[in-house]
Nanobody, 119 residues
């Protein structure tokens, strides 16, 4: 069973940076796609970024392109999200997720870590 545990959230001022980390366990993640999603108060969950486990190919939501960077460490089984130039609209609960090669959607989720951008 896949287990995902996020860490690294917190309070940061606009323009600041945070690095989120997701520790993945429970199986090997070969051929998986790992993603970060977020949900702001009163809004639906939205895609932020994803990365393919094997080759490291990435994809980003338009509003975070050039500011966020997703990466994975296949030796440590971690997936990180480096967030720079944070804006108040980035405030949300951030979730790590995993999609297996036989699934059409992300089916495994972490418990989330809160990111608050405020002065």
């Amino acid at each position: 069973q896949v287990q995902l545990v996020e860490s690294g959230g917190g309070l940061v001022q606009p323009g600041g940076s945070l690095r989120l980390s997701c520790a993945a366990s429970g199986r090997t993640f070969r051929n998986y796609v790992m993603g970060w999603f977020r949900q702001a108060p009163g809004k639906g969950r939205e895609f932020v970024a994803h990365i393919t486990w094997n080759s490291g190919l990435t994809n980003y939501e338009d509003s975070v392109k050039g500011r966020f960077t997703i990466s994975r460490d296949t030796a440590k089984n971690t997936v990180d999200l480096q967030m720079n130039n944070l804006k108040p609209e980035d405030t949300a609960m951030y979730y790590c997720a995993a999609r297996s090669p036989i699934q059409n959607d992300f089916a495994s989720w972490g418990q989330g870590t809160q990111v608050t951008v405020s002065s």
